[in-house]
């Protein structure tokens, strides 16, 4: 299984979900093992935990409060595709291809 481009990613100690949740291992390529856990209701992918379950790896886009999480680190550039550090200055729209154009928005 290849991931997308992005995937938002807040480090925990520790996490638990309300819903019921199916576990997968997955080996990288480097032979890192994660348990990875999907919920049991819809199929998305919740987290990843390294075998000795020091450190969960939860995927913001599945939180009510996925906008307040603000990416700080981009990890696994090496892999990253060429475009990505172009991507900022690409056109912006509002609300879908069709929509105005916007402006990204800058630190105060």
Known sequence: MKGSSFSFKQATPQFWFKNT???????AGSGNERLQGFCGICGSHLYAID???KLFMIRTGCLDQHHKFVPAKHIFGKSADEWVGEIADSSWFAAGPASAAMT???KA
């Open 104 to 106: 990204p928005f800058k």
């Open 21 to 27: 949740v199916t576990k997968f291992l997955k080996i």
């Open 51 to 53: 075998p000795a379950k």
